[in-house]
Structures are given as structure tokens and as C-alpha cells.
């Protein structure tokens, strides 16, 4: 089974605090991907990265960026945490596209960072 | 642009009820859809997904979800709710991009199974 590792289950950082959230997969997947989950919104896409060094903003970028140097690695940075980030982080993967029905894929996801800014 | 709209934030049924969830989509093409799970304090897992062929889907204990493109609609139901069911379901659109799909998710559905 792919795992897709997400580094801290629980996070309480201030207003103005830089935060790393760091993902971790396991089985050569291309597509890595943040998400953002609050009750009621569902899962909101901030980036996304098809390979190594390249990512995409999704729906709600702003006040995030990205980092993918290895593959097997995405992580999400706040520059600055805002209280208004304060949510469920979920990072996924999924395989590329290789094929007719690569929209099929199916992501999988880590456990979720919790994260809490004071 | 994609959207997925799921009627009902909160679903309650008794143990042994039939399980009906509600998801209506949005695509200007031929979508591929899932239903994902995510039990108390875990990530999401899938339960089932359309491609194409047969419109009735099954997933995962006993769930199973039919697309129906004239009601842009891909409801899920379980027969007979276990307590187990407890949980919060989502549906998704996925869209394909350049690279690989990008997955658009409803707002969620949180399921209560009384005893």
C-alpha cells in the first residue's frame, strides 16, 4: 500500500510564525497535493506539483507556497500564519499520467496536520 | 469549471437503515467521479469511483453509487447502516490536467448511525 507520511499530526504556532508542514510518499508517485479541510468547505486544493520542481497553484493559494525538490517530498509553507489558517492540512499522491483512464487515478492521503495559530 | 454539491452537511439513520447520500456534480466533460471516507481522525480512503461502462459502482462494505448523467448526479447508498458507518463522506469530481487529475471535492456529509 502507498503511504503518504505527513510529519505533524498536531501543530500550535503564533500569528507571524513561519510554518513548514512536510509530506512524505512512499511509492514513486508524480502528483503530490495540499489540501486544505474545514467543516462544511470540504477539501479546498492549495497546490498541487506533477514533478519535481514544478507545482501549480490550486483554488486557495494565497498566503501559501510550495516546496518540491525530490520527488517523494511536498512540502507547505505559511510565510507568515494568519489565524484564519488555523484548519486540517491533507496531503495526497497519486500516479501521472500514464495512461487512458490517468484521470481515474486515485489519490491517496496522509493522516492530516492539524494546525492551530494562536 | 468543475463544482460538487452534496445535499445534507449532516445525515442521521438508525442501525439497519438504508444509507443514502446525495452528490450532484458540474462538468463540461465526461467526468470521473469517487466517493472517499474519512473515519474520526484519520485521512480520507476511497470507497468506490466511476470511469466509464456500467453506471452502478461498488465500493467498499457494501457501498455502491450510480451515475446518472442526466441528473448529473452520483448518490451513494448502503442498504443496511452498520455502526461502523459512522463517519464523514465526500464526493469528488476529478479533473484531467496536463500532467495528471486534479480532484474537486463536495462539501461533505457527516453520517450518525443510531443504535
Known amino acids: 500500500d502507498v503511504k503518504v507520511t505527513q510529519s505533524s499530526r498536531y501543530l500550535v504556532k503564533r500569528t507571524g510564525e513561519k510554518v513548514f508542514l512536510e509530506c512524505v510518499q512512499d511509492?514513486?508517485?508524480?502528483?503530490m497535493f495540499w489540501y486544505r479541510q474545514d467543516p462544511g468547505l470540504g477539501l479546498r486544493l492549495i497546490y498541487f506539483?506533477?514533478?519535481?520542481?514544478?507545482?501549480e497553484k490550486g483554488d486557495i493559494p494565497e498566503g501559501y507556497s510550495v516546496s518540491r525538490e525530490k520527488k517523494e517530498r511536498f512540502s507547505l509553507i505559511l510565510e507568515s500564519a494568519s489565524t484564519n489558517q488555523t484548519s486540517m492540512y491533507l496531503c495526497?499522491?497519486?500516479?501521472?499520467?500514464?495512461?487512458?483512464?490517468?484521470?481515474?487515478?486515485?489519490?491517496?492521503f496522509g493522516a492530516g496536520s492539524r494546525l492551530t495559530v494562536l | 469549471a468543475q463544482s460538487v454539491t452534496q445535499l445534507g452537511s449532516h445525515v442521521s439513520v438508525s442501525e439497519g437503515a438504508l444509507v443514502l447520500l446525495r452528490c450532484n456534480y458540474s462538468s463540461s466533460v465526461p467526468p470521473y467521479l469517487f466517493w472517499y471516507v474519512q473515519y474520526p481522525n484519520q485521512g480520507l480512503q476511497l470507497l468506490l469511483k466511476y470511469t466509464t461502462g456500467a453506471t452502478l459502482v461498488k465500493g467498499i462494505n457494501g457501498f455502491e453509487a450510480e451515475f446518472k448523467k442526466s441528473e448529473t448526479s452520483f448518490h451513494l447508498t448502503k442498504p443496511s447502516a452498520h455502526m461502523s458507518d459512522a463517519a464523514e463522506y465526500f464526493c469528488a469530481v476529478s479533473v484531467l490536467k496536463a500532467a495528471g487529475n486534479k480532484l474537486t471535492f463536495g462539501g461533505g456529509t457527516r453520517v450518525l448511525v443510531k443504535p
Open positions: 495526497a499522491s497519486s500516479l501521472g499520467r500514464g495512461g487512458g483512464t490517468s484521470g481515474a487515478n486515485v489519490l491517496t
Open positions: 506539483s506533477y514533478d519535481v520542481k514544478m507545482k
Open positions: 511509492m514513486d508517485h508524480e502528483n
